[in-house]
């Protein structure tokens, strides 16, 4: 029997360890499932109640999808990664298997489940396959022409597309069904009484792998040749909102990637145009930040990819900024807007999170770990890598991180993305009479009922921009 072993990689197509347990079995031995609940972890790793719901959301579908191949999933609760190892050797042993099959994932805390896993079965004699289906190039193969991992992303992506076009991967298709094992799956818990209701919602991601899948068709064919000009615009519905199925393995990035590439034929598109095009290097960014943990794993331990700039700057311990910041009351309208999206949905568009970092970071001095912390407890698409490289970008202590100096206005970055206050005003209703640009003018939407903005802006900037020039 070979059982495999899904964490967040859920879905039956594109998924390496599942592909290559169903094509070792041979249809002469069954292929059995399981996945591990662990709650104390979940809030030692600050996961978001939202992304939690989802992930079980979607491990309920994919017990569906396993169980059309004849695969039963069997479903371990243990409070902690430290457990993890006997549960399934115990799990093992019952079930009488002669290997596990997983996927690796590369945060530290992970990598070191994963080994203290392999030493304890492989001590006993199961073998254990791990494969590489989180990233498309594995971690350690995109090197510089020293053989040195890159700390910019321009020249890694470079290098990153070079490697991708010379092999142009594709992904697996769904394995065949199997013979019937005689297991009996186990039911998926909601955990409601741990987790609360009402975190995740359902109406704007729905779970499954096939729903995921056709929105990335969606996407691909219909906006993804529009996406480098409309991305920027919260208001829009432009970007593909596809981070949360990416989050969790419902889709892969191998998956992504290949959806722009038969795109590729379609009006508007210059041939190979699709590698260039900007929603690929955001799968690429993805890839780079998963690489650096891997490559510098200070990283996992919430240490600055540029300690020596971070060792002098200073930060404030004024909780009374943060928790006006973590409420969406800072007084500056779209950076309140994007918290209250936020916290209202999990989600939150891309430049908004870039301006509402930045604001916390670099106008409000709070630590990056602090926002970091917040993002990963209320974002359905919560992801270490990406979250940390995103955080340390913002502060300017990162890889590639922005000049010191680059700080986003909250006025100026509405003039130019919300001009007409669209998106204040769905998530700041008090300004829905207020007229254009006008909603996001700091006087105006006092007038309207918002609070004043708890720091003066203009000194706030310049007292940043010395802070980092002397540090820097």
């Not at 499932?33 to 992930?55: H, S």
């Not at 939150?348 to 970091?372: C, E, P, Y």
């Not at 206050?421 to 300004?431: Q, S, T, V």
Request: some cysteine; charged content about 25%; proline content about 6%.
């Amino acid at each position: 029997m070979k059982l495999v072993w899904f964490r967040n990689d859920l879905r039956v197509r594109d998924n390496h360890a599942l592909y290559q347990a169903c094509q070792d079995a041979q249809q002469w031995q069954p292929v059995v499932a399981v996945a591990v609940l662990t709650p104390t972890q979940w809030k030692i790793q600050d996961e978001g109640r939202c992304r939690v719901q989802f992930w079980l959301a979607n491990l309920r579908k994919l017990a569906e999808d396993l169980a059309a191949l004849n695969i039963p999933l069997k479903v371990l609760r243990v409070a902690s990664n430290r457990e993890v190892p006997e549960q399934l050797m115990a799990l093992v042993r019952s079930l009488n298997a002669q290997a596990l099959y997983f996927n690796r994932e590369y945060p530290e805390y992970e990598q070191r489940r994963d080994d203290a896993v392999s030493v304890q079965l492989g001590d006993a004699g199961i073998k254990v396959h791990s494969f590489n289906s989180d990233t498309i190039i594995e971690p350690g193969q995109v090197r510089n022409k020293q053989g040195l991992p890159f700390r910019v992303f321009t020249p890694f992506s470079k290098a990153w597309r070079s490697l991708y076009a010379q092999e142009l991967p594709t992904p697996l298709p769904m394995p065949a069904a199997q013979m019937e094992s005689g297991v009996n799956g186990d039911p998926i818990p909601s955990l409601s009484y741990e987790l609360g209701s009402n975190y995740w919602d359902e109406s704007l991601w729905p779970a499954g792998s096939d729903i995921a899948h056709d929105r990335l068709q969606q996407f691909a064919a219909e906006k993804a040749v529009q996406y480098p000009d409309h991305r920027d615009y919260p208001a829009m519905a432009s970007t593909s909102s596809l981070s949360p199925y990416l989050s969790v393995g419902a889709l892969s990035a191998r998956q992504c990637m290949t959806a722009l590439q038969l795109a590729d034929d379609r009006p508007g598109w210059m041939e190979g145009e699709w590698l260039q095009n900007q929603w690929a290097l955001e799968i690429i960014w993805r890839e780079f930040y998963r690489h650096l943990l891997v490559d510098f794993p200070e990283i996992n331990r919430l240490q600055a990819f540029k300690p020596d700039i971070e060792r002098r700057l200073v930060w404030s311990d004024d909780d009374a900024l943060f928790d006006a910041w973590s409420r969406g009351e800072t007084g500056f309208p779209l950076v309140d807007a994007g918290m209250k999206q936020l916290l209202a949905t999990g989600w939150m568009h891309n430049r908004v999170r870039m301006l509402t970092a930045s604001f916390l970071t670099k106008i409000l001095r709070q630590d990056w770990r602090k926002g970091a912390e917040f993002f990963m407890q209320h974002l359905i698409d919560g992801d270490f890598a990406s979250n940390q490289g995103g955080w340390q970008w913002s502060a300017s202590v990162g890889a590639d991180a922005a000049p010191y100096f680059r700080i986003f206005s909250p006025q100026r970055q509405a003039e130019r993305f919300d001009p007409d206050g669209l998106y204040i005003a769905r998530w700041l209703p008090e300004l829905e009479k207020v007229q254009g640009k006008h909603r996001f003018d700091p006087r105006f939407a006092v007038e309207a009922g918002r609070p004043q903005p708890i720091i003066d802006y203009s000194a706030a900037r310049n007292r940043s921009i010395d802070d980092y020039n002397s540090a820097a």
